[in-house]
Structure formats: structure tokens, C-alpha cells
């Protein structure tokens, strides 16, 4: 819900109606011109366009925030003559975690058995899967290249959740787990591979066991993206590739409760997988990038892995640069201003001393999940972001952190 008070305003994003009424009634609005998709808690639903998502993978539910995206899959979520196979045998058969489809219950009859679907030419790609586990032990896929032949295969190993990578060369690999329970019973996870070579006829393959027959898995969903190194929330695609728009989540009825002389900001965030690029939580703007307070995350490791920046006039200064930002864990990270000095804190508890940069006049727009509406987007969630009219001290910043 949203929390008033004359002293402070809290946005709790952790359920969808709170969240939802939490954001309309401060004007907030999500300007995308296309329906997305998020999860329930059950099943991946479709939002319509200009709604916000509130997404649950893990079992927390938190406000989804992503750039745009292409599925180039042309058959993402259902059984097809587009998918072929080489000793392994398909069904449409089961429930499915993506709403109004049926998965594809792939059995391997062999090792090495395969079931797979040629999409076009490209030479890097995010290739992922939501796989649920039937009586397999692990779940290889690979992306396969019409010139060079295999570029890269990796493997989830359901009983760990470590993924390795098989044969062939990725710049990236990864997999978090959606749901303990999916809809047929099994573990359901998200896996994925990014990789680069070839620019040949690209084709998707799942490999449902890796070395004996008579071991089966659910394939709920495939994609493959050309626009990013990581894979972001599912585009449900028949017969053609379908991209979605970002979401530009901000609002510009702020002034009457945003104090220019002090001001306390506390965030909380996360990203289900690492990614190596900075990523806006919130920021307060005067409509441009001149004079702004921005918190953002970052994944890369011992560089830039958190920064509270303070721009005024087009300059910027960091407060910060704070602990790192583990995949899959809540992130907290705060900052507080009064009389033209900055303090910020991070999850943690790590702490930057104040540094005399001054504080930005009253901001014309406050954004979530981006800035300015084309950078730093989070391609996370975000849970609650409260401000308070007041500036409280490092020790408070750096025990809400902590």
C-alpha cells in the first residue's frame, strides 16, 4: 500500500493491487506500447500495455522493470512442426507455467537426443528456456550455427542448480529457479547461454537427458534475443517473432511532498541474474540528465557494483560506490542529503563518508526502474521505495542496510 504522511511516502511494489494503487495515486504511469508478460506466483500472464507487472519468480513479488525486448523464436511455447528432434520424442501434454499454452513433454530416447527449431542468421544471441524438471537430472541446451556448427553447450544440473558449461565457448551463463513446485510437479528453472560466432542459420537445442534414453523433461518456453547478453522476461511467440517495448515507469506529481533542504531515500531492489551493466532503481530528475539524485546497481564484479550519484547543473559526482549486487538476493541501498552534503549505504551496511556535492532543486520527475526512459534500466524488480522528508544520519542509513 502506500503509506502517507506529511514527513514521508512509502511505495510498497510487493503485491500487485497495493503496488498498482501505490503507484496511480501518485501519478506514476508505465508508458509501454505493448502487453508483457510476468508470473503469478502459478503461471506467466499477460499483461495489457501501459499496465504495471508484478512479477513473483522465487517467491517474491516485486514491480518488473525492463528494457525491450524480441523473441525470435518463432514457436516459443507449444508443440510444432517448426520443433524437430533427433532421438527424442515430443507430446504436447501436461500444464503448462506459460498461461493458455500446452508444454512440450520431450522425452529422449537415446543420448544425445535433441529436440530443436531453426530461426534465422544472427552471430551473437541470448539464447534461454523454462524448463521443468521430469525425471531428468540435468537439462543441456545449445545453440547450434548452420556455418560453424556447435557454438556453445551448457547444462543445469537440477539436484545443484549449478550450471556448467558442456562444449563451445559463452560469454555468459546462468539459471535461477522459479518455482520449487511447478505446474506438472517439478522443479521449474529458468536457463540460459549467451554466446557469440558462426552468422550462419542459427538453431535452438533442448536436450532433455544427457546420456541414457527414457528420461524426460517439460519445455515450457524457448527464446532467443539478439538485443541483449541476458535474458529477460517471457515474449510468447506462434508463427513469427514478437517484440516488447520497455517499461518507462515515472511520475511528475512530486514536488509538494520532496524536501529541497533534507531528504532520506530508502530502496529495495533485485535482480534475478547477474548482469554486467548498470541499473537504475530510482531517480529524481529535472525531466533531463543535468540535475538528478540516481541510485543504481551493477553486477561486475569490483567495479561500479553500486552508486549513489548526485548531478547538479551537469555535473556529476558518486557519492558511492557500494558492496556489490549478488544475483537472486534483495538489495537494500539508501542516501540522504541536507545542507548541500550527500551520505549514502548499501547492502551491507558499507557507507560512504559525506561528500559536498549539494543537492539538486526540487525534481520534475521521478522514474523507476530507468532514467530519463532509455538508460540504466534494471531488468530486476523493485520492491518499496520510501522517502522521507528528513536527513538521517550514516549509523541509520548504514542499520537499514545492514
Known amino acids: 500500500m502506500f503509506l502517507r504522511s506529511r514527513h514521508y511516502k512509502t511505495i510498497d511494489l510487493t503485491g500487485a493491487y497495493r503496488g498498482t494503487r501505490a503507484l496511480t495515486e501518485l501519478g506514476f504511469t508505465n508508458s509501454t506500447a505493448s502487453p508483457g508478460w510476468y508470473y503469478d506466483g502459478s503461471v506467466y500472464r499477460q499483461a495489457a500495455a501501459n499496465a504495471f507487472r508484478f512479477s513473483s519468480e522465487g517467491g517474491r513479488t516485486g514491480l518488473l522493470c525492463e528494457s525491450a525486448d524480441e523473441n525470435k523464436a518463432l514457436y516459443s511455447s507449444e508443440n510444432n512442426a517448426a520443433w524437430t528432434t533427433s532421438n527424442v520424442t515430443k507430446s504436447a501434454e501436461g500444464n503448462s507455467i506459460i498461461s493458455g499454452k500446452t508444454p512440450i513433454k520431450c522425452t529422449a530416447t537415446a ?31 545449445e545453440l547450434y550455427d548452420g556455418t560453424g556448427g556447435s557454438v556453445s553447450i551448457v547444462r543445469l544440473t537440477f539436484s545443484t542448480g549449478v550450471v556448467s558449461q558442456v ?3 559463452s560469454t555468459k551463463i546462468g539459471a535461477y529457479r522459479i518455482t520449487p ?6 522443479a521449474t528453472w529458468l536457463l540460459h547461454l549467451t554466446a557469440t560466432g558462426g552468422g550462419g542459420t542459427r538453431t535452438i537445442r533442448f536436450y532433455p537427458d544427457s546420456a541414457t534414453g527414457n528420461k524426460y523433461s517439460y519445455l515450457h518456453h524457448s527464446q532467443l534475443s539478439t538485443d541483449h547478453t541476458h535474458p529477460l522476461s517471457p515474449i510468447v511467440t506462434t508463427n513469427a517473432a514478437v517484440s516488447r517495448t520497455a517499461d518507462v515507469v515515472s511520475t511528475s506529481t512530486i514536488p509538494s511532498w520532496w524536501n529541497d533542504s533534507q531528504i532520506t531515500v530508502y530502496a529495495t531492489a533485485e535482480r534475478m541474474i547477474t548482469i554486467d551493466e548498470q541499473g537504475c532503481i530510482f531517480v529524481a530528475t529535472n525531466g533531463g540528465l543535468t540535475d538528478y539524485t540516481l541510485c543504481t546497481m551493477d553486477g561486475t564484479t569490483g567495479t561500479n557494483e553500486a552508486r549513489i550519484t548526485v ?4 555535473v556529476a ?9 549478488p544475483s537472486g538476493s534483495r538489495q ?3 542516501f540522504s542529503a541536507k545542507n548541500g552534503a550527500t551520505y549514502a549505504a548499501g547492502s551491507g551496511g558499507a557507507s560512504a563518508n559525506a561528500n559536498q556535492v549539494g ?32 536527513a538521517h544520519d550514516t549509523s541509520a542509513l548504514e542499520s537499514w542496510t545492514s
Open 111 to 141: 543420448a544425445g537426443g535433441w529436440i530443436g527449431q531453426t530461426v534465422g542468421t544472427t552471430s551473437a544471441d541470448c539464447y534461454s528456456i523454462i524448463v521443468e524438471q521430469g525425471n531428468s537430472t540435468v537439462a543441456d541446451i
Open 167 to 169: 562444449s563451445g565457448a
Open 181 to 186: 513446485s511447478g505446474p506438472n510437479g517439478g
Open 311 to 314: 548531478s547538479i547543473g551537469g
Open 317 to 325: 559526482v558518486d557519492v558511492s560506490t557500494l558492496t556489490p549486487s
Open 332 to 334: 537494500r541501498y539508501a
Open 359 to 390: 543537492a539538486p532543486a526540487t525534481p520534475e520527475v521521478l522514474s523507476i526502474g530507468q532514467a530519463a526512459g532509455s538508460i540504466y534500466f534494471l531488468e530486476g524488480r523493485v520492491y518499496s521505495i520510501s522517502i522521507r522528508q528528513t
